[in-house]
């Protein structure tokens, strides 16, 4: 149980265009979806949290209208990495939390690896 | 400002031996901490979870230790084995802060036979 997938697990594109990266968890539903980035030997960085039905919300330093979130439903969340350049190549990861008593948990995806030509 | 650290350097250990893989934090009081793998390429998966009020957890070969005082938690693997080779992250999650969790860079451990 509790499975997240992401779509697709890897894309390149050229400078300019937007990708768009799907989440969804497959066996539970998640009220809350978070969207992270990681960065060769880095560690993974949250980028926003996402709340169905609702506005994303945004950590510090990470553009809203670059990275479009929508969390249309209790099993899907999409990021929409807008005008994509060299620099956002990256490994973008999504984890899914069911909450409702068990808050704590997170279920992460496999992983998109997004490379910017 | 927040800072979480795990070794940077690899962690090579012989098949068998006990691996004790370190995670220490500053300015921080988290209300639980949890423990991930992470694979070459992959998402990470979730092993432990350990709260404040708690000084041990255990699952299998894995017991992850949590100490509010030295602001550390340290995470053994009994009875390594190379299947046991990945990355593993420390991860912070805050009372009240809706699930959200600050990961640190993560240890290399690498289990030889």
């Known amino acids: 149980g509790a499975v997240v997938s992401q779509h697709p697990s890897r894309v390149i594109c050229k400078s300019g265009t937007s990708v768009k990266i799907e989440c969804r968890s497959l066996d539970f539903q998640a009220t809350t979806m978070f969207w992270y980035r990681q960065f060769p030997k880095q560690s993974l960085m949250l980028m926003a949290t996402s709340n169905e039905g609702s506005k994303a919300t945004y950590e510090q330093g990470v553009e809203k209208d670059k990275f479009l979130i929508n969390h249309a439903s209790l099993t899907l969340s999409t990021l929409t990495v807008t005008s994509a350049h060299p620099e956002d190549s990256s490994f973008y990861i999504c984890s899914a939390s069911p909450g409702q008593g068990n808050t704590d948990t997170q279920y992460f995806g496999p992983g998109t690896r997004l490379t910017v030509l | 400002s927040q800072k979480i650290e795990q070794n940077s350097e690899a962690l090579n250990i012989q098949e068998g031996k006990t691996a004790t893989l370190t995670c220490n934090y500053t300015n921080y009081s988290p209300a639980y901490l949890q423990w991930y793998r992470q694979d070459p390429g992959r998402g990470p998966v979730f092993l432990l979870l350990i709260r404040e009020n708690e000084k041990e957890k255990r699952k299998e070969r894995l017991k992850v230790t949590f100490d509010t005082t030295l602001k550390q938690s340290l995470f053994h693997i009994t009875a390594s084995q190379p299947a046991d080779s990945a990355t593993y992250l420390c991860?912070?999650?805050?009372?009240?802060?809706?699930?959200?969790?600050?990961f640190g860079t993560g240890t290399q451990l690498k289990v030889e036979l």
């Open positions: 991860a912070l999650g805050a009372a009240g802060g809706g699930n959200k969790l600050t």
